[in-house]
């Protein structure tokens, strides 16, 4: 489970998948290897999934990339940036 858990925080957490700028992602080492080819796949070894390849698509909104005063600046910006769809395909080769 863990290792879904912390695929799930790579996936979700970077925006071009191959963003050198996006840290965040898994805190531990995790037993399987993203390669990650272009903005939006990613081949993994060993490929924990009966799907090949696997679309992982969730709902995003685009803010504007600027310091913002306090969470509430943030939040205003939020509620009103544009909806997106973010579409990943994560395969085994």
């Given amino acids: 489970m863990e290792v879904f858990d ?4 790579f996936v979700c957490n970077r925006y071009p998948l191959n963003s ?25 070894s060993p490929y924990p999934f009966n799907v090949d390849p696997l ?8 803010v504007p990339h600027r310091a913002y005063k306090d969470p509430e600046d943030f939040l205003n910006e939020f509620y009103q940036a544009e909806r997106i769809t973010v579409t990943h395909t994560l395969a085994s080769t």
Wanted: proline share 8%; aromatic share 2%.
């Fill in 6 to 9: 912390q695929l799930a925080q």
């Fill in 20 to 44: 050198k700028a996006r840290k965040l992602g898994p805190s531990r080492p995790v037993k399987i290897n993203i390669d990650t080819i272009s903005g939006n796949r990613a081949i993994l």
């Fill in 55 to 62: 679309i992982v698509a969730f709902p995003a909104r685009l």
